[in-house]
């Protein structure tokens, strides 16, 4: 595929389109391969513009992306934050594991989450959520509408709650579902194992709910299947391999640095520059470091998040829909032949998010997946057989992702969705694509300000 006209390597390629000008092509470097910056990429060439990818591994949604659970679109049982989330100091119960010697914006990040608890507050934010969840509704049916793509859809979700003090503290998503006349149902035990034969009635729990229109799917998949798309059609470059070091921002210029290859000779280990108009970073966790020289410091928390691939053991005892244990936020999806259950996040200081995690958090957390398929569906998985992934995501204090133009007007950011709903990530790159064209996206005000950088 042909390099975008006006990205060049090298050089200082004139800018001729300030940014927010309506009705004018630009190039755009996007860094970012996973799920959030294919899904920008996406987005900004069917607005017309030109598009450079630059991603550090060899192919696309290597990174968090990989190991995202299957939930498409979370609910307001799911989303990482309200009543249920973190709402008991037992790392059994509330399935997320804290790591000892918090520093002090590890505590605050908790504190300040904490606050979501409130009904009220809960109720709020999620409001200002749902216009990006039904964005990327919207946006996800278009593309499947134009391009048919198969990536291990299934339709089908049932959320399931415990305890009786649980099922109490659900009660304000439930009612958002019914204020929001969201499509559920709201089942006994009994119901849920007559629903789905491979929960089990005993022992005893609280209760379900089951969105029979909500969907899982593949989201690396689904990646992999819309970067084919983009080479096809072109306009779309993918830089793989490629490290970005360092972005610049000068007067009318954006442009990147790229980090020299690993065993480069001398000669070439001279610094890559990409210039274009603009530059969108989507690089999960990795985008951190490359906006805080820029001034730019998000209070985005990093989370340790663990996947377990394992195969059906018992075809009888397998789920035919996705089972979420709603305050664990463990979500174990079935993809043909296999489960795949995420979930296990490990909160810790961010000064620690590089080092290993070492042995024994690591199975703390792998336990918790296992044994979450265990109590809701014995016998379906072979547990020992499972796969593993640790991977990293960003979780803002606020429970939202950052998504907008930031700091300087060709800068733009793409990050901190967080573990629940990768679809999101459509929603989030139609909104880049509109603020970019200055289209006026279809989203509230309130909402619009809700997902700023600025906010913080």
């Known amino acids: 595929m042909q390099c975008a006209p006006h990205v060049t390597l ?23 391969g996973g799920i959030a910056g294919v899904a920008t990429a996406y987005q900004l060439r069917a607005a017309g513009h030109r598009v450079c ?10 990174g968090a992306t990989y190991g995202h659970g299957g939930t498409v679109l979370p609910t307001p049982l799911d989303v990482w934050f309200g009543p249920t989330f ?5 790392n059994a119960r509330n399935g997320v594991i804290s790591k000892t010697g918090f520093t002090g914006p590890a505590r605050q990040f908790v504190k300040q989450l904490a606050t979501l608890q409130d009904p009220e507050a809960f109720s709020r ?14 946006t996800m049916a278009d593309v499947e509408a134009r391009f048919g793509l198969e990536f291990e859809q299934t339709s089908g979700l049932l959320y399931l709650v415990r305890s009786t003090q649980e099922w109490e503290q659900t009660q304000p998503a439930l009612e958002l579902l019914r204020q929001n006349e969201v499509p559920h149902h709201v089942l006994t035990p009994a119901e849920c194992s007559a629903f789905e034969h491979s929960v089990r009635a005993e022992p005893e729990f609280a209760g379900g709910v089951l969105f029979d229109q909500e969907r899982t799917a593949n989201s690396p998949l689904f990646a992999k299947l819309l970067k084919q798309t983009l080479d096809t059609q072109g306009g779309v470059q993918f830089m793989l391999g490629c490290e970005v070091s360092a972005i610049r921002l000068e007067g009318q210029r954006a442009s990147v ?20 108009d603009a530059v969108v970073v989507a690089a999960g966790h990795g985008s951190l470091a490359l906006l805080d020289p820029l001034g730019l410091r998000l209070p985005l928390h990093p989370l340790r998040l663990h996947t377990l ?23 174990i999806s079935r993809m043909n032949h296999r ?25 703390e957390a792998l336990a918790l997946l296992g044994q ?5 569906i014995p016998g379906a998985a072979r547990i020992s057989a499972a796969l593993p992934w640790e991977g990293v995501k960003l979780l803002s204090p606020d429970g939202l992702p950052v998504i907008g133009n930031a700091l300087h007007p060709r800068l733009f950011v793409n990050l901190g969705h967080g573990p629940a709903g990768w679809g999101l990530a459509c929603g989030a790159g139609k909104l880049i694509a509109d603020l970019m064209s200055a289209q006026t996206p279809d989203m509230p005000a309130d909402t619009l300000a809700a997902l700023r950088a600025d906010r913080f």
């Open 339 to 363: 489960l795949r259950i995420a979930g296990g996040a490990v909160l810790q200081s961010a000064a620690q998010i590089d080092k290993p995690l070492g042995e024994a958090l690591t199975k």
């Open 10 to 32: 090298n050089g200082s390629a004139p800018l001729r389109r300030p940014v927010g000008h309506s009705n004018q092509n630009m190039d755009v470097i996007v860094i970012g």
């Open 257 to 276: 640095e790229l980090a020299p290859r690993p065993g480069a000779s001398s000669r070439s280990r001279e610094v890559d520059v990409i210039h274009a």
């Open 309 to 331: 691939v394992a195969p059906i053991a018992h075809e009888e005892c397998a789920p035919h829909l996705a089972i979420v244990d709603a305050v664990k936020r463990i979500a």
């Open 125 to 138: 934010q999620y409001g200002r959520l749902r216009p990006l969840i039904e964005l990327s509704r919207e």
């Open 372 to 376: 979450a398929t265990h109590d809701w």
């Open 86 to 90: 973190m709402a008991s100091r037992q």
């Open 53 to 62: 990818v630059v991603e550090r591994h060899a192919t696309v949604a290597q």
